[in-house]
Nanobody
Framework: QVQLVESGGGLVQPGGSPRLSCAAS????????MAWFRQAPGMEREFVAG????????IYADSVKDRFTISRDNARNMLYLQMNSLNLEDTAVYYC?????????????????WGQGTQVTVSS
């Protein structure tokens, strides 16, 4: 059973640079892709960034491109999201997700496994 556990959220000032982590367990992930999604109050869950676990190739939503970086540590089965230059619109619950296919998709319905989410609040 795949388990995903996020950490690293909290209260951040505008312009801050927190890093989210996702600990993945339950199997090896060489044939998986993983992603970060976020959901703000009253909004639909939206794709933030995705990565092919084996190759490390990445894809980003336009809203975070050049500010956020997704990465993974194969040896530790860890997924990361480095967030830079945060603004108020980045406030949301951030979720780690995984799917048993190597191709990243941007629809939340394409992911079978989800973490519990971690809150990121950007406020001065």
């Amino acid at each position: 059973q795949v388990q995903l556990v996020e950490s690293g959220g909290g209260l951040v000032q505008p312009g801050g640079s927190p890093r989210l982590s996702c600990a993945a367990s339950g199997r090896t992930f060489g044939d998986y892709s993983m992603a970060w999604f976020r959901q703000a109050p009253g909004m639909e869950r939206e794709f933030v960034a995705g990565i092919r676990w084996s190759s490390g190739s990445t894809i980003y939503a336009d809203s975070v491109k050049d500010r956020f970086t997704i990465s993974r540590d194969n040896a530790r089965n860890m997924l990361y999201l480095q967030m830079n230059s945060l603004n108020l619109e980045d406030t949301a619950v951030y979720y780690c997700a995984a799917r048993p296919f190597i191709i990243v998709v941007q629809s939340s319905t394409g992911y079978m496994y989800w973490g519990q989410g971690t809150q990121v609040t950007v406020s001065s």
